[in-house]
């Protein structure tokens, strides 16, 4: 298309020429419609040149077809593990019996099987309620449960297959794991810029970034700075139940659930499960001390996913508070006398109006399903 708008370019050049030349000829009529017709092919020529680029401009929706517009190639390699059929929730038991409950947790195995099974369509399978009355050998009571009471909190079976990840060295990886994403400065927190070093402000700078291989959302490319950011890949909370005086001044339990960031860490000499987070003094700090215990739930959801198991995905994980290993901080961030991340706290002994921070420390007792 460029060559032919370069003839058409040519051609009314040659014309002009023609009519500056020498010549005895006054009309110039004919020459002048042809200069005129060919200026508008040229202008037509020249806005589908611009439609186009901007039509192959649309075309662009990830960061490493960015780079590859402007001449720099990489592919995009997810930094975060993927969920293996072997760390489903009965993938890392200590037992090697599969347990089934129920056709939604039949289904998270076997569904391709028993789709394809002339028995099964005969059955008409889709009406059961679950798979005991033709296979009583493979399904088993939650009494049988690895779990025991523990869990079963939604009553529902389909946690119970591939939703659930109860293998400790991948939830770690899961819970650790980072979306890397672009963020503009001024949008940004000046207190913790010094964690997020890459810097990139052209797009031909974050093309050329250390973790480019690594990012998947465009690069707002508008000449304003931008810092390479890690959001988490599910969300995380913490249920904890703290005790307070009601108006007649009886001693009552008041459940509590918050959403903070924490981790899962593995001692790769111990085996030893550990999670922590720093939040200011609040209802969660002040119930993980006193009452000793929390659960933690990571959860991953999928709005794309129809099946329920494939939909929502993740861990609850029951700890019991380290008091050595938290400590309790003044607004200055200094542990508070006995207080420290080296020293026992006595939850009896404890003035809440002195602390502003609690560095929170659990001991992992149980990873379990989210159901």
């Known amino acids: 298309m460029m060559n032919k708008k370069l003839l058409v370019t040519a051609l009314a ?12 000829d006054t009309d110039t009529s004919g020459l002048e419609q042809q200069i005129a017709d060919l200026t508008a092919q040229n202008d037509e020529l020249t806005q589908e040149t611009v439609a186009l680029a901007a039509k192959a401009e649309s ?30 929730a009965y993938g890392a038991l ?7 409950m129920g056709i939604d947790a ?4 076997h569904q391709g099987k028993i789709e394809a099974d002339p028995k099964h369509q005969v059955r008409n399978w889709k009406d059961d309620k679950d ?22 909190a939604s009553g ?40 997020y070093p890459e810097a990139a402000t052209t797009l031909e700078e974050a093309c050329n970034s250390p973790s480019r291989e690594n990012i998947h959302t465009m690069f707002p490319d508008n000449g304003k700075e931008h810092r390479v950011y890690g959001n988490s890949l599910g ?8 005790e307070e005086k009601d108006a007649e001044g009886n001693i009552v339990q008041r459940p509590n659930i918050a959403v903070f960031g924490f981790g899962l860490d593995i001692d790769k000499d111990t085996g030893k499960q550990t999670s922590g987070m720093t939040i200011s003094n609040n209802n969660t700090c002040q119930a993980a001390v006193m009452q000793g215990e929390a659960v933690l739930e990571y959860y991953e959801y999928d709005s ?61 007792d149980q990873i379990v399903p989210l159901g």
């Open 156 to 195: 529902a079976n389909y946690f119970y297959g591939t939703a659930s990840y109860s293998d400790p060295q991948f939830l770690s990886q899961r819970m650790n794991g980072k979306t890397k994403i672009w963020v503009e400065l001024e949008n940004m927190d000046p207190n913790y810029l010094d964690y």
């Open 94 to 100: 200590a037992s090697s019996e599969t347990v089934h």
């Open 304 to 364: 794309l996913e129809q099946v329920k198991f494939e939909r929502n995905k993740g861990a609850r994980i029951l700890v019991k508070t380290d008091l050595v290993g938290t400590s309790l901080r003044n607004a200055f961030f200094q542990p508070l006398e006995g207080m420290d991340d080296q020293t026992a706290i006595d939850p009896a002994t404890v003035n809440w109006d002195d602390v502003a921070w609690c560095s929170l420390k659990f001991d992992v």
């Open 59 to 88: 075309y662009i929706s990830t960061f490493q077809q960015q780079c590859d517009n402007i001449g720099i190639k990489f592919d995009y390699v997810d930094p975060n593990a993927s969920a293996p059929a072997q760390f489903a």
């Open 131 to 152: 798979c005991q009355s033709c296979h009583p050998a493979q399904v088993t009571n939650k009494a049988e449960s690895p779990w025991g009471d523990i869990t079963f």
């Open 13 to 24: 050049a040659s014309i002009t020429l023609g009519l500056a030349g020498c010549s005895d």
């Open 106 to 109: 039949c289904l998270s195995c």
């Open 235 to 242: 969300v995380k909370t913490i249920a904890t139940v703290r």
